[in-house]
C-alpha cells in the first residue's frame, strides 16, 4: 500500500483536493455564510444541490475507478511476474528431461564401449567463419580434458575433437573444420581414408573422405565411420555418410563427399572422450 500511495500519490491528492473544494463550496453557500443563498428558497437550492451532490458522486467514481484500475495493472504485472517464473520452470524441466534421455542414450552406448571414459559438457558457443567451424564447451583441464580428446554426442556421432583448452572451457574444431584430418573408413566395403577439411565445403555444412587406395569401393548412402588409425580416434565412431562420389575419368575413385551424422549447429550438450583403449 505504501508504494502504490508513493506512486500515485499525486494523482489521488488531485482527486481528493477537489472533493474537498466542492465540499467546501457546499458547505459555505448552504451553511448560512452566503446572503444570496441564505434567501434562496428551499427550491431553487435544490438543483444547486443536486448539481453540486452529482459533481462530488462524479469526483468519487472517477478515484473510485482510479485505484480499481490501478489495482487491476499491479494485479496483472504479478501475475505476468508469476506466469514468467512458471514457464522458466517448465523451461527448466523440459531441459532436464532432454538432458536425462541424452545420458540414457549416453549409458546404452557406453555399455557397448566399457573401455570408454566420457565427461558431459555445455555447448555454449559456436564459431563458424569461412576458415573455421568450432564449439566451445564448459568444461576444461580441471575436469580431465586434453587437447586431442574425441568429443561425441550421446549416440556416438563424431562431433570433432579438443583443439584447445583453458581450465574450465575448450574449443573443439568440428569434424567439417577445414583443418580436420580423420582416419575414416567406409564401413560397408571397407575402404579406408581420410577425413579431410575444405573450405568450400565447411561452407555448404560438409566434408570429404579422400586418400582412398586405387581399388577402393564407395558408394552414396554408405557409412563413414572413425578408422582408429593413429591412436587419435577410438574405431568406429560414425563422422557420416557419403552423398555423393567423384571419380576420376578412368572409373577410379577420387573421393566421396561426407554429409556428417551430427547437426553441430543445434548441440546443446557433448560429450569428450578422455580416455579409450588404442586398437591396433
Given at each position: 500500500m505504501?508504494?502504490?500511495?508513493?506512486?500515485?500519490?499525486i494523482?489521488?491528492?488531485?482527486?481528493?483536493?477537489?472533493?474537498?473544494?466542492?465540499?467546501?463550496?457546499?458547505?459555505?453557500?448552504f451553511?448560512g455564510?452566503?446572503?444570496?443563498f441564505?434567501?434562496?428558497?428551499?427550491?431553487?437550492r435544490?438543483?444547486?444541490?443536486?448539481a453540486?451532490?452529482s459533481?462530488?458522486?462524479?469526483?468519487?467514481?472517477?478515484?473510485?475507478?482510479?485505484?480499481?484500475?490501478?489495482?487491476i495493472?499491479?494485479?496483472n504485472?504479478?501475475?505476468?511476474?508469476?506466469?514468467?517464473?512458471?514457464?522458466?520452470?517448465?523451461?527448466?524441466?523440459?531441459?532436464?528431461?532432454?538432458e536425462?534421455?541424452?545420458?540414457n542414450?549416453?549409458?546404452?552406448?557406453?555399455?557397448?564401449?566399457?573401455?570408454?571414459?566420457?565427461?558431459?559438457a555445455?555447448?555454449?558457443?559456436?564459431?563458424?567463419?569461412?576458415?573455421?567451424?568450432t564449439l566451445?564447451?564448459?568444461?576444461?583441464?580441471?575436469?580431465?580434458?586434453e587437447?586431442?580428446?574425441?568429443?561425441?554426442?550421446?549416440t556416438?556421432?563424431?562431433?570433432?575433437?579438443?583443439?584447445?583448452?583453458?581450465?574450465?572451457?575448450?574449443?573443439?574444431?568440428?569434424?567439417?573444420?577445414?583443418?580436420?584430418?580423420?582416419?575414416?573408413?567406409?564401413?560397408?566395403s571397407?575402404?579406408t581414408?581420410?577425413?579431410?577439411g575444405?573450405?568450400?565445403?565447411?561452407?555448404?555444412?560438409?566434408?570429404?573422405?579422400?586418400?582412398?587406395?586405387?581399388?577402393?569401393?564407395?558408394?552414396?548412402g554408405?557409412?563413414?565411420?572413425?578408422s582408429?588409425?593413429g591412436?587419435?580416434?577410438?574405431?568406429?565412431?560414425?563422422?557420416?555418410?557419403?552423398?555423393?562420389?567423384?571419380?576420376?575419368?578412368?572409373?577410379?575413385?577420387?573421393?566421396?563427399?561426407?554429409?556428417?551424422?551430427?547437426?553441430?549447429?543445434?548441440?546443446?550438450?557433448?560429450?569428450?572422450?578422455?580416455?579409450?583403449?588404442?586398437?591396433?
Amino acid at each position: 500500500m505504501k508504494k502504490y500511495l508513493t506512486k500515485k500519490g499525486i494523482r489521488i491528492g488531485a482527486i481528493i483536493a477537489a472533493a474537498a473544494l466542492v465540499v467546501a463550496l457546499i458547505t459555505s453557500l448552504f451553511g448560512g455564510r452566503s446572503p444570496l443563498f441564505r434567501n434562496m428558497s428551499g427550491s431553487a437550492r435544490k438543483p444547486v444541490q443536486k448539481a453540486a451532490q452529482s459533481l462530488a458522486d462524479w469526483l468519487g467514481d472517477i478515484y473510485g475507478y482510479m485505484f480499481e484500475f490501478d489495482s487491476i495493472q499491479e494485479e496483472n504485472e504479478a501475475l505476468k511476474s508469476q506466469l514468467a517464473e512458471a514457464e522458466e520452470k517448465v523451461r527448466r524441466t523440459e531441459d532436464l528431461e532432454k538432458e536425462n534421455q541424452r545420458l540414457n542414450e549416453l549409458l546404452g552406448f557406453i555399455q557397448s564401449h566399457s573401455d570408454y571414459k566420457t565427461q558431459s559438457a555445455r555447448v555454449i558457443a559456436q564459431s563458424s567463419s569461412n576458415w573455421s567451424s568450432t564449439l566451445t564447451i564448459s568444461q576444461g583441464k580441471k575436469n580431465g580434458i586434453e587437447v586431442g580428446d574425441p568429443v561425441i554426442t550421446e549416440t556416438g556421432y563424431l562431433v570433432g575433437q579438443v583443439t584447445e583448452v583453458g581450465s574450465s572451457w575448450a574449443t573443439v574444431s568440428t569434424v567439417i573444420d577445414a583443418a580436420a584430418s580423420i582416419g575414416a573408413v567406409a564401413s560397408e566395403s571397407g575402404s579406408t581414408g581420410m577425413i579431410r577439411g575444405d573450405y568450400n565445403l565447411m561452407q555448404k555444412g560438409l566434408t570429404q573422405i579422400t586418400y582412398l587406395p586405387n581399388d577402393s569401393q564407395i558408394f552414396e548412402g554408405d557409412t563413414v565411420v572413425t578408422s582408429g588409425v593413429g591412436g587419435q580416434f577410438p574405431y568406429g565412431l560414425v563422422i557420416g555418410t557419403v552423398a555423393s562420389v567423384q571419380s576420376q575419368a578412368g572409373g577410379q575413385v577420387e573421393l566421396g563427399i561426407v554429409k556428417p551424422a551430427c547437426n553441430t549447429g543445434r548441440l546443446v550438450q557433448v560429450f569428450v572422450i578422455t580416455k579409450f583403449n588404442v586398437v591396433g
